[in-house]
């Protein structure tokens, strides 16, 4: 057994950290925090557009979809390293390489991929995902935005909610339910929708949340009409198509490095601090490298199983709920050992380490509800992993 990357991705991951060195200056410890300001996003579009004019925007897509045929592992390089910096994103990254693009590459039409993917390597396409709604969450095939199929069009009325990015994305990719009488996983489909800002009949309103950010939405639909052509695989099949797409959402590893920065950071800070607080925190931190060690390990397990060609299932919710709940330590810590100082965000100038800490145990809090809850996830791993019945 030989537990390491190999020269080729080596040499990569120094060609991407120079990249972003030049583009980024000093690694960002951003964690959570996502691209909320008008100023953080046009510095995202930037940055994507010259990730697009090196192909590195989905390295690991085929190249006649826009990407470089890197492997696997050389994925995992730029994850780690892109986390690790605190690489900016539109939701082209996240929701359009992550999701959408091996979505189509899987059960998309060839119109489908040539129409769609190479906006998502130009960084053009700004997606975002209408999945949830007020009455479907965790049980997301309860959803009831209805789309009826009138001549070569579908018209959709309904609600999503939690759209995260909605207010800046230009596509949407959204479950809605085509048969009412269907058992309920058989009644949804998987449609695109172009255009969003400019599609008559859809309205976005802003959600704030606790960290006083506006990060996600609710969307409203009034007879929208979106063409057939849009819908990805067969009508009322879309819950299966829309499944395989949640498991490509689970298999990042760019939390845990940027985990590790956020530690590196409160390592230089501890240095500097009192000698009694650093008595007092010391052990802890060294705890939280051992826990975010052992994420890194579990993540590369993730990879591993991808590069022998198999979808990461309850391995993939294990990694979830581990990252998710050791942000959340790591966060709620920072902000204690910061002392009252520590609550500061980064508006305030006073704030130390920029306000980054408070911001980022506020955004952690919400880590362990989407992407599926890890109460979920738990119940995945019991059922999928341990054997155990439902319930
Ligand atoms: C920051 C953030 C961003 C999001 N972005 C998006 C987005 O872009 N697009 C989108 O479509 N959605 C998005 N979501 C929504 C997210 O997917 C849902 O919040 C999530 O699926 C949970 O659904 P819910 O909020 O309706 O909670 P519920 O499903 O009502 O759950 C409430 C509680 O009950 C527990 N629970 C429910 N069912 C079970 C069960 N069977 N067993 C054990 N416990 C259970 C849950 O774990 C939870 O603790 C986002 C959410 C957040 C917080």
Not at 5 to 16: A, D, N, P, S
């Amino acid at each position: 057994m030989e537990l390491r990357f190999g020269e080729k991705e080596e040499k990569l991951r120094q060609e991407v950290r120079a990249f972003l060195k030049e583009q980024l200056g000093e690694p960002r410890h951003r964690g959570f925090a996502s691209v909320s300001s008008d100023e953080e996003f046009e510095l995202a579009r930037k940055f994507n557009q010259e990730l697009a004019k090196r192909g590195w925007i989905a390295p690991a897509w085929p190249k006649e979809y826009g990407g470089l045929g890197a492997s696997i592992f050389e994925q995992m390089v730029f994850n780690e390293e892109f986390g690790y910096w605190g690489a900016p994103d539109t939701g082209t990254r996240g929701f359009g390489v992550g999701m959408i693009g091996p979505t189509l590459i899987i059960h998309g039409t060839e119109e489908q991929k040539k129409k769609y993917l190479p906006k998502i390597t130009s960084g053009e396409h700004i997606w975002c995902q209408g999945y949830s709604e007020p009455g479907a969450g965790s049980d997301l095939a309860s959803l009831q935005t209805r789309a009826v199929r009138e001549g070569d069009y579908y018209v959709i009325n309904g609600q999503k909610i939690w759209t995260s990015g909605g207010h800046r994305a230009n596509q949407m990719f959204a479950l809605v339910r085509t048969d009412p009488d269907a058992p309920k996983h058989r009644g949804i489909t998987f449609l695109i929708i172009d255009d969003i800002k400019n599609t008559p009949g859809i309205t976005i309103r802003p959600l704030i949340n606790m960290a006083n950010r506006h990060h996600f939405n609710e969307v409203f639909f009034e007879d929208v009409r979106v063409p057939v052509s849009n819908r990805v695989g067969e009508e009322n099949r879309g819950w299966y198509v829309g499944m395989t797409l949640l498991d490509f959402e689970r298999s990042g590893i760019g939390t845990t490095a940027a985990q590790r920065r956020t530690l590196e950071v409160l390592a230089d800070w501890l240095r500097g601090a009192h000698p009694d607080i650093r008595r007092r925190h010391r052990l802890k931190l060294a705890d939280f490298v051992i826990a975010n060690n052992v994420g890194r390990f579990l993540g590369y397990r993730i990879g591993w199983l991808q590069s022998q060609g198999r979808v990461p299932n309850y391995e993939a919710s294990v990694v979830k709920i581990f990252q998710s709940e050791l942000g959340q330590r790591i966060y709620n810590w920072a902000v204690n050992m910061l002392g009252l100082a520590g609550q500061l965000m980064p508006e305030e100038p006073r704030a130390p380490l920029y306000g980054d800490m408070p911001e980022n145990y506020l955004e952690s809090v919400p880590s362990t509800i989407y992407s599926g809850t890890n109460e979920i996830q738990r119940n995945i791993i019991a059922i999928r992993g341990l054997g155990l019945p439902r319930g």
